[in-house]
Each structure stands twice: as structure tokens, then as C-alpha cells.
């Protein structure tokens, strides 16, 4: 097995595949039907790989040369304790937004609710960021709100798939940058209003295929500096927040200082604050909503 994994691994090398020995030992326990801790013990033990197995590994390790995206190939993408089926026409989550859970987890703690939190999540593609709160939250109710019908279709199959708990959870088709607009009824109802929106500059193709090729164009460009999208998104959440409630947004490493200057134009969002990544590059703003302003 060892050599085999070793060829595979040489070969998405070869292909400038990043990371090529975990997806090798990943791709190798998805064809082989078994999970990663099953994989290292048949390694340990020097099982050979059947034949059939080697053969549809073989065809993974090709589509990931191509640059098909790994979680494609797997079917999932890991996303806090979550297992979030993904494919074509949903983004794949990303690590570093676990990061605005975590914020937002810690927020609700410190907002001491009496009544069940409301969290709007703005753009929800797979569900990542609603379905993390709603399964680590001990009773929340969370809207997700996603214009892309695929996207949709992916995060209510990962709805099915989760338990929730005390938790409720509707995710519903909409554009979020008009649906305070359609839902008056929500104005100043939520606690939390949390968006990872389109955020990449127009102009700005990523250098990843994976991204480039694989990740929804709807989910990617936000506009010419990227941030048209995000600032509509704002004075939507704006609308849905109830005075002293939290606005938290994604954004690319160049857009702390923008993201604010955006949130300091809005009437009743203040108190911006960016925060970094894993790496250490600006990531997500923060803001609260101030009270007793007209919009
Ligand atoms: C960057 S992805 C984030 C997905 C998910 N929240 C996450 O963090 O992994 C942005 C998502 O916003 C959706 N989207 C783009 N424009 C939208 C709009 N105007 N209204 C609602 N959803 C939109 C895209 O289809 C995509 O699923």
C-alpha cells in the first residue's frame, strides 16, 4: 500500500497538486470505501490494496491531477465538527470562516439572551456557518438565506443530515442583498446577523483551479473592488438587527480597512473591528448596532 500511495503522491506532485500526501492517503480510504484510521491500520498490517480499489483510485488521483477540487472527489468537506457534503455548484467551506463561528458563539455568551438568539446568516451556500450554530448552540433559531438554487439544494441535504437539538433552523431562497427588504416582519429581530458573502474584486481571477474552475462564480466576485455585494449585504443586516445586535462579516486580507470604513458609513452600524486569520491576515469585521436610529 505504501508504494502505491507513495506513486500517487508523486504524481499529483508532479501535477503541482498542493498537499499531495494527505489527498493521496484521503483519495486512497474514499476509494477504498473506509475512513482514515481504518486506511493507517491496513498500512500498519502491509494489506495490498485490492485490485478494484486501486483502479478507482487511480481514476481519483487523475481528476485530482486536473485539479478537481478534493472535497469534490470525497464528496465532503470537514467544517468544525461538521461533515458538509459539497459538489458542483456549492462553495467549499473554508477553515478560516470556522473562525466567525467561534466569534459568534462567544458574542451570544456575552449578549446573555433571555429569549432562543436569532441569527440571520446572509449568503449560506452549504450551510456551513447555520448548521455549526445550530448544532453548537444549545437552542438558537437561525435563518439561512442563499439566492443560488444548487447551493440550496446542498445545504438542505446537509440540513437532513445534522442534528439539531433544541435548535431551529429554515433555509430559504433569497437574495440577500434585498431581503430585509421582503421581509419587514424580521426588522429588528435578530441578534446576530453573520454574512461570508461574494467578496473577490471582479478583475481578480484566483490563481487556484480549484477556486477558479470549481468554486461557484456567485459565491467568488463581489463586485468591481469585490465589496459592492458586501455593502448592500450590510444595509440589509442593518435592517434586521435589533439595537445592540452583532454584524460579523468575511472579507479578503485587503478589505479590513474598507470593510470598516463601509460599516462606519451605514447609519446605525458601529464599534468595527477586524480580526485575523489563522495566518495572521485580516479576515472578518465585526460591528454592533447602536439604538434608536431611523432607516
Ligand atoms: C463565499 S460563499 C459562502 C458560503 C457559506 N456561507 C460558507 O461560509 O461557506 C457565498 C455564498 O453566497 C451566495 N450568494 C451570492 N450572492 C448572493 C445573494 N445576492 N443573495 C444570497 N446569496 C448569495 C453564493 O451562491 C454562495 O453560496
Known sequence: M?????????????????????????????????????LARRRLFGDTVPTQVTENFAQLIERRRQRVPLQHLVGSAAFRHLELQ????????????????????????RQQNTQVPFVIDLCSGS????????????QLAVIGVERETEA????????????????TVDLVSGDATSFADERPELWGRADVVVTNPPY?????????????????AAALYGGSTGLEIPALIMLQAEKLLRPGGFFIMEHSEEQGRAACELIMSTASLRQAVTF????????????????????
Not at 92 to 108: A, K, N, Y
Not at 200 to 212: F, G, I, K
Open 152 to 167: 440550496l439544494n446542498w445545504s438542505l441535504k446537509n440540513l437532513a443530515s445534522v442534528h439539531l437539538g433544541d435548535s
Open 127 to 138: 450551510g456551513a456557518i447555520t448548521l455549526s450554530l445550530a448544532t453548537e448552540h444549545p
Open 2 to 38: 505504501s508504494t502505491v500511495l507513495r506513486g500517487a503522491a508523486r504524481l499529483l506532485a508532479d501535477s503541482h497538486v498542493p498537499n499531495p500526501d494527505p489527498d493521496s492517503t484521503a483519495l486512497l480510504a474514499h476509494a477504498w470505501g473506509i475512513d482514515a484510521s481504518d
Open 276 to 295: 485575523p486569520d489563522y495566518t495572521g491576515r485580516d479576515r472578518y469585521t465585526v460591528a454592533h448596532r447602536v439604538s434608536e436610529v431611523d432607516l
Open 86 to 109: 459539497v459538489g458542483p455548484g456549492v462553495f467549499v467551506p473554508r477553515p478560516e470562516t470556522e473562525l466567525l463561528v467561534t466569534e459568534i458563539l462567544e458574542e451570544l455568551e
Open 200 to 216: 473577490v474584486p471582479d478583475e481578480a481571477v484566483p490563481r487556484d483551479p480549484e477556486v477558479r474552475e470549481h468554486d461557484p
